[in-house]
């Protein structure tokens, strides 16, 4: 069956930094898009950054565009969110998603998206 698995969430001041990463099982990642997105309690689940399968393609939401930055390692199958000067406004469950799509694109919204991750909760609070 194929997974996503998310780690890396965690407390963090305003400020800080976390490094989120999106490993992935059973399948390798080479030619899926992927997605990172957020939803904080009572909100809308929000897409924060996508990457197209060939890496010449990456989107961030105006939010966090300077802050966030989305990589991915195709020897470890692992794709990464690292953000930096976070705030509290970045406080939510953030999600990997993943779907085969080859080229310089990404879904339109989460509906796009095959595989999801259970989630990683980044709270960012002094």
């Known amino acids: 069956q194929v997974q996503l698995v998310e780690s890396g969430g965690g407390l963090v001041q305003p400020g800080g930094s976390l490094r989120l990463s999106c490993a992935a099982s059973?399948?390798?990642?080479?030619?899926?898009?992927i997605g990172w997105f957020r939803q904080a309690p009572g909100k809308e689940r929000e897409g924060v950054s996508c990457m197209g399968s060939s890496d010449g393609y990456t989107y961030y939401a105006d939010s966090v565009k300077g802050r966030f930055t989305i990589s991915r390692d195709n020897t470890k199958n692992t794709v990464y969110l690292q953000m930096n000067s976070l705030k509290p406004e970045d406080t939510a469950v953030y999600y990997c998603a993943a779907t085969f799509m080859y080229g310089d694109s990404c879904p339109d919204g989460p509906m796009g998206y095959d595989y999801w991750g259970q989630g990683t909760q980044v709270t960012v609070s002094s």
């Open positions: 059973r399948f390798t990642l080479d030619y899926y898009a």
